[in-house]
């Protein structure tokens, strides 16, 4: 386009130098050579917009196919994006499920935890009340305990305590037991001593730790009466010896009647006076002998208030009036034992 228009220039410039002035040649060839530089310059211009202009069909082409590459890659990824907008429904539908079925299980979950957490405070509940009941029972205990120790330590003292006394005990059988030996060596030789009246109104016998001599009334007095017969002071010298010979029994005399009331005479008002008269009669006896200290003896009259028979016949009667003397071992060494 720039070529075209220099040539017309320069057409233009000849026709006009045939029939103009040397001033006007002289200014055409001034624009000439304006004309020739502004041309160099032209054509280098246009040699550099050439090669810029191959630059830029070079650039062109590379952009040409840049952007098939890229239509074709938009298609593909058009087709991709496509496939992902599907998987995507695809997958915000199974979001969408998810977060139901999730809502739904929070749902389920919540109303579950809080079932567990009702449970949870019931079973803590439960567990205070049985750490209270615990704590109350280990109390209870510890106070059994110290129970338990001072009892144990009572049943200690009452053992020892028991010791002692099963050892007094001990002491006791051992000591009346000698008692019962010595009473059964005394009664025998009492026996033997009164050999000739057993059987004859008069009876030895040993019970409860005692020797019981009882004497009929037909071998020591008449009916009525309080003196001893000759044969009765025989018997009763006899056992007085006997009684001095073993200091350490104490001697009780009873005197018995029947119910038959006591017709008084000699200041013997009734049955009463006539048992303690006739006690007191053998206590003199006894005491005949100077050996016999009179303190080991005690006369006692028991009226008709303890028959060893019915007082419906005349046996019966007779049975009942009697004399016991009651011969008893002395127990002062065992009353000590006891006062301990």
Request: net charge neutral; aromatic share 4%.
């Amino acid at each position: 386009m720039k070529i075209k228009y220099f040539i017309v220039i320069a057409l233009s410039a000849s026709f006009l130098s045939s029939c103009v002035t040397p001033r006007k040649v002289e200014d055409e060839r001034n624009r000439r050579i304006a004309c020739e530089e502004e041309n160099k310059n032209f054509a280098k211009d246009n040699k550099e917009l050439s090669e810029t202009n191959n630059e830029l069909s070079q650039k062109n082409n590379e952009l040409t196919r840049t952007n098939d590459q890229l239509s074709r890659d938009t298609t593909v990824m058009g087709a991709s994006y496509r496939r992902l907008v599907v998987q995507y429904d695809k997958v915000n539908d199974l979001n969408d499920e998810l977060l139901a079925k999730m809502k739904e299980k929070n749902a389920m979950t919540d109303a579950e935890a809080r079932r567990l957490l009702t449970e949870l405070q019931i079973l803590q509940e439960d567990l205070q009340k049985r750490e209270d009941s615990l704590k109350l029972a280990q109390l209870k205990l510890s106070e059994e305990q110290n129970k338990l120790e001072k009892i144990s330590k009572d049943l200690d003292n009452k053992q020892a305590m028991l010791d002692e006394k099963n050892a007094r005990v001990l002491e006791l059988e051992r000591m009346i037991a000698a008692k019962d030996s010595a009473l059964t060596a005394f009664r025998e030789k009492l026996s033997h001593a009164l050999l000739g009246f057993e059987g004859d109104g008069l009876t030895i016998e040993q019970r409860d730790g005692k020797v019981y001599v009882s004497l009929e009334e037909k071998l020591l007095f008449k009916s009525g009466r309080w003196e001893v017969d000759p044969k009765g002071q025989s018997a009763l010298n006899k056992l007085a010896q006997v009684l001095v010979d073993n200091a350490d029994i104490n001697v009780m005399i009873e005197g018995h009647t029947d119910n038959v009331p006591y017709k008084g005479s000699n200041g013997i008002d009734d049955n009463w006076d006539l048992s303690v008269k006739r006690s007191t009669a053998i206590v003199k006896i006894l005491l005949n002998n100077k050996n016999l200290l009179p303190e080991r003896v005690i006369a006692a009259g028991r009226s008709e208030f303890v028959p060893i028979s019915a007082n419906d016949s005349s046996e019966g009667r007779a049975k009942n009036r009697r004399t016991e003397i009651i011969l008893t071992p002395k127990w002062d060494e065992v009353f000590k034992v006891l006062e301990k």
